[in-house]
Structures are given as structure tokens and as C-alpha cells.
């Protein structure tokens, strides 16, 4: 089960911390990524990091803007968000992800709403 907070109102400008809670999953094991989808849009990829090694990958649209981040003990993916714009406004999920037996095991969260007023 994945679990999202920390979405809100924020003036551009602004920064929001974005925490996706895991449970009864072995978190270490999965690649985890956070995805956003704007209302009339198709959802997209924002930033992921790898279960162990930590490597990461962002969006063009948020490099130098955003950092991901994970605590394998706490079980708690992170989306530091910095310097937002309007066009970041969005509902943002956590993904979790591994491959078993040569699929893809996906685990998403409900996700949580972020607004950036101008």
C-alpha cells in the first residue's frame, strides 16, 4: 500500500514536500518514480530512484527544480519541490515498481493534489 501527503495550495514561487508512505511491501526492493497528471492531460513521469543504488531521473520540466529522494528504513519516498509554477499544478501519485518472474509489479497510491496559484 502506498500512501501520499503533503500536496496543498502554494503561491508560485513557493516549495512543497511530497511524502509517499509504503507498507507490506519489501520497499528496498522497488524502483520507486512519482507521476502527475494535470487535469485534461495524460499522467507523466516527474522523477524516479532506484530500490538500493539511489540513481535518479527527472523530467526536463523539473530538473534543478525537484529532487527525489528515498529512506529504505522509514519506507518513505520523497518529492522535494522547489521554485513551483503554475503548470506544476497537478495530482501527484508514487509508483512502486520490480520485476517479478519477468513482469512488472506496479503498486500506486491515491494521490495527492498540488496547486500552484500565479
Known amino acids: 500500500q502506498l500512501v501520499e501527503s503533503g500536496g496543498g495550495l502554494v503561491q508560485a514561487g513557493g516549495s512543497l514536500r511530497l511524502s509517499c508512505a509504503a507498507s507490506r511491501i519489501s520497499f528496498s ?9 494535470a487535469l485534461g492531460k495524460e499522467r507523466e513521469l516527474v522523477a524516479s530512484i532506484a530500490g538500493t543504488v539511489g540513481s535518479t531521473n527527472y523530467a526536463d520540466s ?10 529504505n528504513v522509514e519506507n518513505t519516498l520523497y518529492l522535494q519541490m522547489n521554485s513551483l509554477k503554475p503548470e506544476d499544478t497537478a495530482v501527484y501519485y508514487c509508483r512502486a515498481r520490480r ?20
Do not use: E, H, N, P
Open 99 to 118: 520485476i517479478i518472474l519477468s513482469k512488472f509489479a506496479d503498486y500506486w497510491g491515491q494521490g495527492t493534489q498540488v496547486t500552484v496559484s500565479s
Open 29 to 37: 526492493d522497488y524502483a520507486m518514480s512519482w507521476y502527475r497528471q
Open 62 to 71: 523539473v530538473k534543478g527544480r525537484f529532487t527525489v529522494s528515498r529512506d
